[in-house]
């Protein structure tokens, strides 16, 4: 993900957050111009009545129906320890769409690691984020964000 300095736990949060990506259709190879984004809170259904995704939408190109889920329960927060060194902090089930690039923005939590100070609502479109823990009087920040897509 990055290194992060005198902070630990950073996580998206809530259920509104946004995972922004690119996409690419598994049949034709379509990838989507536009950033597209993937929130917990969000369900569609799936054609012929097989349940629901986070996403469902049909490629503009070969106009078939794909879809993508955020796996709730793989959401993980990364740690002062993970600092400069990949983690899974989510996976996502895809049925036909391959996300292709990640754009972090706002939506991040994370605290002080010495002092648990809470710093909410982190933005990372920058690719860095800095602020001042009053309580430790220390500097604390992320910095050079980074991120892979590892198929399983």
């Not at 809530?14 to 984004?37: A, H, P």
């Not at 490629?59 to 993980?76: A, F, H, M, P």
Request: hydrophobic share 30%.
């Amino acid at each position: 993900m990055g290194k992060i300095c005198n902070i630990t736990r950073l996580r998206a949060e809530g259920e509104d957050f946004r995972w922004y990506l690119k996409l690419k259709c598994g049949n034709c190879g379509e990838v989507s111009e536009k950033w597209q984004y993937l929130r917990l809170m969000d369900s569609a259904p799936l054609k012929g009545g097989r349940g629901s995704a986070t996403m469902v939408q049909k490629c503009k190109l070969c106009s078939r129906e794909n879809s993508i889920d955020i796996l709730s329960q793989t959401i993980k927060p990364y740690n002062a320890e993970d600092s400069e060194k990949f983690k899974t902090i989510v996976e996502f089930e895809c049925r036909g769409l391959e996300p292709v690039d990640f754009q972090p923005q706002a939506g991040f939590a994370a605290e002080g690691a010495e002092s648990g100070t809470p710093f909410n609502d982190i933005n990372l479109l920058e690719k860095d984020w800095n602020d001042y823990d009053e309580k430790t009087k220390e500097s604390v920040g992320i910095y050079e964000v980074t991120h892979k897509f590892v198929k399983c």
